[in-house]
């Protein structure tokens, strides 16, 4: 199948590791040119080598800290002034683990910034373009915490739904003009944000990473985590001309893991 992505130009999120750099390798294999985005040049320049090997379209990168608001207007201006993006996939780190009613509220708004204020910021800028040429794609990663929240992760279970009724409000509004907003919903993908949030419940149960993980993956139907790519050739196709009727949906990629309908 034809995705219709070798002439299209997508800026990726968190893509010097993890879920962002598995997108950005998909899209890149499948003829998209694709920009790098993070918060260090040392960390994007080897994943861009990397991808640029062989990827087949133009692979570039955009130093931006999203936690800082400065930053992120200049990010806006780069990206204006040089090839708009005709797909923007919206990821970011999250907060470290806490309990909700342990919740310092000194770190709300930093992290409201980085996860919510600087990604809709950024989408808004880049959405003239994508409304005035009549195609779009507009895709957030989000958690299964907007689903069903996970325990001791309350500060990122709260901020990554805001973004999941910013979605959904704002597909309506766009869809006329051939631009789409979608979630994707990650399970339990293998990444170091996984493992790191499996230690942080080894160390508040007394268990073992190892045993912590066999649980975590004893309640997977699949039985087993999924891998990067796994994830990231589903958001592929729903940034592809392929998924054009497809919007205001978020969906699992989660090996059955979410068990309500």
């Not at 009724?165 to 509004?173: M, P």
Request: net charge neutral; aromatic share 2%.
């Amino acid at each position: 199948m034809d995705l219709e992505l070798s002439r299209r130009t997508a800026l990726v999120l968190g893509a010097s590791g993890g879920l962002g750099r598995a997108i950005a390798e998909s899209l890149a294999a499948e003829g998209a040119n694709v920009i790098l985005g993070g918060r260090s040049a040392e960390r994007l320049e080897p994943v861009r080598s990397a991808i640029a090997a062989s990827a087949p379209g133009r692979i570039s990168t955009l130093v931006t800290d999203l936690a800082d608001p400065a930053a992120v207007e200049q990010a806006i201006a780069e990206l204006q002034a040089g090839d708009r993006p005709d797909i923007l996939v919206l990821n970011g780190g999250g907060p470290a683990p806490g309990a909700m009613a342990a919740l310092e509220a000194d770190s709300l708004v930093p992290q409201f910034r980085a996860m919510v204020e600087a990604p809709i910021r950024i989408a808004t800028a880049l959405l003239p373009h994508m409304r005035e040429q009549r195609f779009g794609r507009i895709l957030v990663l989000l958690s299964s915490g907007v689903v069903q929240p996970i325990p001791n992760l309350g500060l990122s279970n709260t901020l990554r739904l805001s973004l999941v009724g910013w979605a959904k409000t704002l597909a309506a509004e766009v869809a006329a003009d051939g631009v789409t907003v979608n979630g994707l919903i990650p399970g339990r993908i293998h990444t170091d944000r996984v493992d790191q949030l499996d230690a942080a419940a080894a160390k508040r149960t007394g268990k073992t990473a190892e045993e912590v993980a066999a649980a975590s993956r004893a309640t997977i139907p699949m039985g087993r985590y999924g891998a990067p790519r796994e994830f990231a050739d589903a958001a592929c196709f729903l940034c592809s001309g392929r998924a054009g009727y497809i919007t205001g949906t978020s969906l699992r990629v989660d090996g059955g893991m979410l068990r309500n309908i």
